[in-house]
């Protein structure tokens, strides 16, 4: 019954033969809700997938590299991303941290202006410790931004040419 269910939802095939899932069988595939789906697109952080006009699917090959890729993230992550996160990041309750700001910090930390988007390895090492990611925080200009909740940067260390 199951595989009927699942094969009622994968109502088209990729110009590949592959089936292509709803966004409501992806989320049930990794036991999330759509929402959080949602939340991973928008952060670049979540499974390859499809916009046809409006419609959003997704590859069943796609969904199982990204878990497979992603299971063994949640154990071990990078060395360097993880003395940068301890060496530079704070968790401070009723704060927050734009994205933008970590990348840039990482981007200076390990001597990569070229860094423009805040590693994935990163984003999986920070949920794993407990961080969210919200979309909630505006700009001086009004823009809204990604954010981590209870994130803080630590304040930056004197340098040697303040003479502190």
């Known amino acids: 019954m199951h595989e009927t269910t699942a094969t009622a939802e994968v109502s ?37 997938y499809f916009k046809l006009g409006r419609l959003i699917r997704y590859a069943l090959s796609d969904l199982v590299e990204w878990r497979d890729r992603h299971s063994t993230a949640t154990t071990t992550f990078p060395a360097d991303l993880v003395r940068f996160a301890d060496e530079c990041l704070q968790s401070v309750p009723g704060s927050w941290a734009r994205c933008a700001e970590i990348t840039q910090a990482y981007a200076a930390w390990c001597g990569r202006p070229e860094i ?47 003479g502190e």
């Open 12 to 48: 088209q095939q990729l110009p590949d033969g592959a089936p292509r899932f709803t966004e409501r069988r992806a989320a049930a595939y990794f036991e999330v809700s759509a929402e959080t789906l949602r939340m991973w697109r928008r952060a670049h952080t979540g499974p390859r």
């Open 116 to 162: 423009l988007r805040i590693p994935e390895a990163l984003v999986d090492l920070l949920v794993s410790r407990g961080f969210k990611q919200s979309r909630s925080r505006r700009d001086d200009r009004g823009k809204q931004s990604r954010t981590w909740e209870g994130l803080s940067l630590r304040s930056a260390q004197p340098s040697a040419e303040s």
